[in-house]
């Protein structure tokens, strides 16, 4: 069995794809080379949950996959959502030692997720699963060891129960073992609002480059929750125009801008963007909505090669993870599009994860001010440094925040030799 179908998924195969021609490009040792395109554990676990209306109990699946693990604990979240998959959380946790090596973090990356869409669930069954699956954790996680973070699906609260459950079996609370955790236990404003507003700060950084001014821009953001709603509201800030948003409940619109802080009103009494009194509701595609910047935030895979011709966008910035196809990263870069990939533009949220760890394990409180601009620039040199590779190279941005991220991890591992 190939290492293809045994992590088995598209999203996988592209990362591979995509890993292939940059490490042909920089010729990396082929050792190496190979080692990289697995994860060093996956762990699938299994187990029982029950609804509240039935007495039956419900087995389902869910993974922990740790990428790299020489240069300290592994990051990355976990995701709920009903076509989780071995090979996507393999590939999203490949991704994850990419973002943090862009962005200079001592972690290498990881992944998990539990097969299960959570939109039906109830708060107590959302709690039950999300418990059973820490245990089932329990021998991989650690807060030097593995460290989850929110995700698709999963919210602050559904850290606070990991925390909760993983403090219960060690004894003592663990603040650090998880990190997007609500305030009261640690958690931090600026990681709630962290990946949002980084892919903000990225965008303008970009338009600055092509002399553009984020306040004369109009956006377009698909996806409404954690990335997509503060990416919208530091647009909004910005004075720019959020002219189109939407959810899985449907989509709205407004030529003249949509007004963030009122629609955060709304989504707090419905569950859906939709039916918003300040715009009109829009059933066409949004993603081809003519604009400056398009922001998808919701889910991978949504631009293709069957819809990539057909944006309109000046500049995307990737805030979902894997959003693009490679067919249609190629459209997009011949159309003249400038695109900002998903391991720089939504580092935002591993990089605050990062500081919000370093003062639960040192029990140090920073300002949420001094957070704050520490992430800026954090992100801003991050990019200025992408850019020098791409002008340099003469390559997309993807191919050089690539280029970053591997020869980094790359030179870590070869430095750190083999055992035995
Ligand atoms: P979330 O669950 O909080 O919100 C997802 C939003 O997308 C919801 O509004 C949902 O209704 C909408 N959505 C789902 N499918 C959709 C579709 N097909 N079309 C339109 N809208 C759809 O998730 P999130 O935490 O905001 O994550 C969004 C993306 O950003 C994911 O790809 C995630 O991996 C990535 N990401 C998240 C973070 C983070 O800090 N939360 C960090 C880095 C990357």
Sequence with gaps: MSNLDLFGSNMYKEVIKQYDEVTDFINLDSNIRERLKLPQRALTVTFPFRRDEYDEVETVIGYRVQHVLSMGPTKGGIRYASNVNLGEVTALAILMSWKSAIVGLPYGGAKGGV???????????????????????????????????PDLGTD???????????????????????????????????????????????ANAALDKLNLKYENSTVVIQGFGNVGRYAALDSYERGAKVIAVNDLGGAIYNKNGINIPELFKHIAKNKSVKDFNGADNFDDEILEIECDILIPAAVGGVIKSNNADNIKAKI??????????????????????????????????????????????????????????????????????????????????????????????????????LFP
């Design 115 to 149: 097969a299960i869409d959570p939109t039906p669930l109830s708060k107590q069954e959302k709690q039950r699963v999300t418990r059973r699956y820490t245990a089932e954790l329990l021998p991989v996680i650690g807060v030097d060891k593995d460290i989850p973070g």
């Design 156 to 202: 602050e609260q559904t850290m606070a129960w990991i925390m909760d459950t993983y403090s219960n079996f060690v004894g003592s609370p663990q603040p650090g073992i998880v990190t997007g955790k609500p305030a009261s236990l640690g958690g931090s404003i600026t990681r709630r609002e962290a990946t949002g507003r980084g892919v903000v700060a990225i």
């Design 316 to 417: 995307i910035v990737e805030g979902a993870n894997s959003p693009t196809t490679l067919s249609a990263d190629k459209i997009l870069r011949d159309n003249g599009v400038l695109l900002i990939p998903d391991i720089l533009a939504n580092a935002g949220g591993v990089t605050a994860s990062y500081f919000e760890w370093v003062q639960n394990t040192q029990n140090y409180l920073w300002k949420e001010k001094e957070l704050h601009e520490r992430l800026i620039d954090v992100l801003t040199s991050a990019f200025e440094e992408v850019w020098i590779i791409s002008e340099k190279n003469k390559v997309d941005l993807r191919t050089a925040a690539l280029i970053k991220g591997i020869k980094k991890v790359a030179a870590a591992k070869l430095t750190r030799g």
